[in-house]
């Protein structure tokens, strides 16, 4: 840790990402400014409450991630918060669903059930019976999910299981994702095992090991963010926008300067690093001052995206269990809507007694025109689905819609040069660092991590006797 740092170390953006890493930049000892645009904490993690209004009172709805898994760099800073007793644990045998000819079938979830589920028929079965028989190599160049899953198992198994699977991920295309980018895993079993099945067998944790498990808190995912705000103090500063990131004019100790606006007030702020922690979009914006290349290949990141649909309903009027996490759907099904999570199956305290309630989401990559539609139009088709899967009969007592234009980034053909690319130049950008989902994956558990390793780089940085700001 370095002895003094004078000037401060400035993290834009106050999504988990950003947070993360001010917040491990705090309990460093490392002199820290967040400066976040929007008004409250979280980025697209959003708990909204109806506490106590007439009978649809006590529902808590997710807007953006419906819950967590509980990976160590995760628990480690829940721990640091002292929020171990707000944790809430999904049942780990929560079955999930396939919605497949109108009916819910359930995922395969163990070697087993792929070999006994109604999803495939025997020609799928074989082919991953005898996939760990085999040796196959993946193509040099980059490949799409879709193309993998075909070559190793077949159709079948694209559009009824990984399709899904993928759509509730990334909300993404697997035509268009790129298997090295989103789920680098398989390619690295398939590259050095020459089987997914070998590879996944002979990586396996040691026996005992715990495994990651589906998590929320008691008042929603949204503690996370909204603690780590109020720990950080004044470190933290909502609704203040970035306008330019840029080399030093006036300080030769500072790495970089962050001009700003709070109110009608416009201040310079010598930093002695900068950490981006926003959408590529707003990123390239901020540094094009720096680098017109570096703004361009940040724009080539595409974003899909989604609508989110919460829903309350009388359980007496749900005619299908809903005791698991939700299901998929299939594009072959012909519906708009991507999943539903059963938020009041998962966790306790999600609705009132006698009441359930479900998030669905819908859009995508697949189908970007539904967010074009209103709100009462979206809530419509997506109602109407979720009713029809689950023979719902009555109508939901209340309903809430939140769409995102940018929702989650789109790991495509190309992304793995096009961050390498983007390291590149930032590694020679001195005091410049970048953080956030489109970087290692969207899961709230990915950023929290890649924004610890980003911590750890700027701390490194600051106590390097090459940084002209840092004193012995």
Known sequence: ???????????????????????????????????????????????????????????????????????????????????????????????????????????????????????FGPMTKWRLLTEILHRTQPPAGDESIAAFVRRKFGDEMLQRLVAPFVSGVYAGDPEQLSLRAAFPKLHEFENSYGSVLRGAMRSRPP?????????????????????????????????????????????GKAALEVTVMRGDQN??????????????????????????????????????????????????????????????VPRTEGLRTLGTVWNSSLFPGRAPEGMACFTSFAGGATDPGLCEKTDAEIASIVCGEVARALRIEGEPVITSVHRYARAIPQFNLGHTD???????????????????????????????????????????????????????
């Open 1 to 119: 840790m370095p002895a003094q740092i004078p000037l401060p170390v400035v993290v834009i953006g106050g999504g988990i990402s950003g947070l993360a890493c001010a917040w491990r930049l705090q309990q460093s000892g490392v002199p820290v400014l967040l400066l976040d645009a929007a008004n409250r904490a979280g980025g697209v993690i959003s708990t909204y409450s109806q506490e106590n209004r007439n009978e649809s009172g006590g529902f808590v709805f997710e807007r953006g991630p419906q819950s967590f898994l509980s990976s160590p760099p995760l628990l480690d800073l829940i721990a640091s918060l002292g929020l171990q007793n707000e944790l809430l644990h999904a049942d780990p045998k929560a079955p999930r669903f396939i919605l497949l000819h109108g009916k819910l079938v359930p995922a395969p979830l163990s070697p087993a059930s792929l070999l006994t589920t109604p999803l």
């Open 207 to 251: 026996k005992g090991t715990p495994r990651p498990g589906l998590c929320s808190f008691r008042k929603g995912v949204e503690t996370l963010p909204r603690t780590l705000g109020i720990r950080l103090g004044p470190a933290y500063r909502p609704a203040t926008v970035v306008t330019a990131v840029r080399p030093p004019q006036t300080n």
């Open 418 to 472: 096009t961050i390498s690319a983007i390291n590149g130049i930032i590694s020679g950008i001195p005091g410049l660092f970048l953080a956030g989902n489109y970087l290692t994956g969207p899961s709230i558990g990915s950023c929290v991590e890649q924004a610890n390793q980003v911590a750890d780089s700027v701390i490194k940085y600051c106590a390097s006797a090459a940084a002209a700001y840092c004193t012995a």
């Open 267 to 328: 201040e310079t702020i010598p930093a002695a690093a900068v950490i981006v922690a926003t959408p590529t979009n707003a990123a390239a914006e901020l540094l094009a001052n720096i680098s017109d290349r570096i703004a361009e290949l940040l724009l080539r990141i595409k974003y899909a995206p989604v609508a989110v649909v919460s829903a309350g309903y009388r359980l007496e009027h749900i005619r299908e269990s809903t005791e698991g996490f939700g299901f998929l």
